[in-house]
């Protein structure tokens, strides 16, 4: 077997916003490089079809709101010991910059 300095065998990540996008993604990367992968978003169906497409065995899926206090302590109250964290979990908006209030640029940030 070869080096590969990018390797995640043994090691435990978690992929937030894993049910599409970048963190669907990312949480698919992350098992082909070797990684126990724990998923989480808000969609418990669509995190199911990350987890069929991820490689490897072991992987968790936690459903969680990471935009309410709650979803957060429910994720940190089941998420395993973690060696990495991606962190993908958002929203977007298309507004122009000069229409842009600060509620919602919080909104999307939160």
Do not use: W
């Amino acid at each position: 077997m070869s080096y590969n300095p990018y390797s995640l065998e043994g090691k435990t990540i978690l992929v937030t916003g894993a049910s599409s996008g970048i963190g669907k993604a990312t949480a698919i990367e992350c098992s082909k490089l070797g990684a126990r992968v724990v998923i989480t978003g808000r969609d418990e169906a669509r995190l199911q079809q990350t987890l069929s497409s991820l490689e490897g065995e072991g992987h968790v899926v936690i459903t969680a709101d990471l935009g309410e206090d709650d979803g957060i302590r429910f994720l940190l109250e089941r998420v395993p010991v973690l060696n990495g964290i991606v962190h993908a979990a958002g929203i977007s908006d298309t507004v122009l910059f000069q229409f842009l209030k600060k509620e919602r640029l919080e909104n999307i940030f939160n």
